[in-house]
């Protein structure tokens, strides 16, 4: 336990009432030790990893987010309080990673996604690589309207002969059942992804490249935000870290310049918080960086936001 952690617990001893022991309470989110009652948020994290195509290590993302979260101030500007600003944000058991084979796994993601949902806690899943969106969107107790931070589309039929590949995440999310597709950040995609972004209604995707235009891009971005204001019905939001420009997430599978800023982010999770029926998040292709932590602490940054968001909105 380090000072910083267990001066944490002490100075919010009114809302984390008892921390159980050393054990329980490292690797938990924000440092914030398990308490009794029902979760607002729960932390849930899956080290999901067997297609990654290019760079690896998001097994071990959810830990070294968790890891890092213990670094993130708890006064949140939204709240102008300090989480969990008497709330419960808890932190799961991760998924076991149990199943010899891609659809074993899936299918025991699905199995998990649907224990955490029933818990009734909003849940903030930590991937793992971005395969775990089908699974998640397969789990929801309601249909939903997929909001998605990415670089990639993710809408390819299938990647090196398997559909089920990271790359195809969107596609299969759409497939298992989802009202609409509102993605944005995208930069790389091939000619099949953008002819399915521009043949099927239900996918509405802001190109980096406008919304990030220096000629016209603030303008492109309002239509974004106006756009996912007026989503009806519940929404789940899936930020794919590598959405954000590579600067920011140097560690993730597949870094791409010209992302979004880190503000761009939370400008999406505040206005759809504020606007919309958020059922569940995830926050996913998180990869322990190692010569400095700024990959994982940008991945527990925004997972705080969405947890603050979602307290919020409680009151
Ligand atoms: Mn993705």
């Not at 008892?18 to 690797?27: F, H, S, T």
């Not at 074993?104 to 903030?124: C, E, V």
């Amino acid at each position: 336990m380090s000072i910083t952690q267990q001066s944490r617990w002490v100075e919010h001893g009114e809302h984390v009432r008892k921390v159980v022991n050393d054990y329980i309470a490292e690797g938990r989110f924000l440092g914030l030790a398990k308490v009794d009652g029902p979760a607002d948020v729960t932390i849930a994290p899956i080290p999901y990893e067997l297609t990654t195509s290019y760079g690896q290590g998001t097994a071990d993302g959810p830990a070294a987010c968790i890891k890092a979260s213990a670094q993130v101030e708890l006064y949140d500007d939204l709240l102008g309080d300090e989480l969990p600003a008497n709330g419960i944000i808890d932190t799961a058991n991760p998924w076991n990673g149990e199943g010899d084979n891609l659809h074993s796994q899936l299918n025991g993601i699905t199995k998990y996604a649907a224990r955490i949902y029933a818990t009734g806690g909003f849940p903030i899943f930590l991937g793992g690589e971005h395969g775990i969106l089908p699974p998640i969107i397969r789990a929801s107790p309601q249909k939903v309207t997929i909001v998605q931070i990415d670089a990639h589309a993710d809408l390819r039929s299938s990647l090196d002969g398997e559909p089920y590949s990271h790359a195809c995440a969107a596609a299969r999310a759409m497939d298992e059942g989802a009202i609409a597709l509102y993605q944005v950040g995208i930069r790389a995609y091939c000619k099949e992804e953008l002819e399915r972004i521009e043949s099927d209604d239900r996918i509405n995707t802001w190109f980096a490249r406008e919304v990030m235009s220096p000629c016209g891009g603030e303008e492109k971005w309002r239509t974004w935000i106006a756009a996912i204001s007026s989503i009806q019905g519940p929404v789940h939001l899936t930020i794919d870290l590598d959405g954000l420009d590579g600067s920011l997430v140097p560690a993730t599978g597949t870094p791409v310049p010209g992302g979004l800023s880190f503000w761009h982010a939370i400008e999406t999770i505040d206005t759809l918080f504020s606007n919309c029926d958020v059922i569940s998040a995830d926050v996913n292709e998180i990869v322990a960086q190692q010569d400095s932590p700024l990959t994982q602490f940008t991945a527990a940054m925004l997972a705080t936001r969405i947890a603050a968001a979602r307290i919020h909105t409680l009151r």
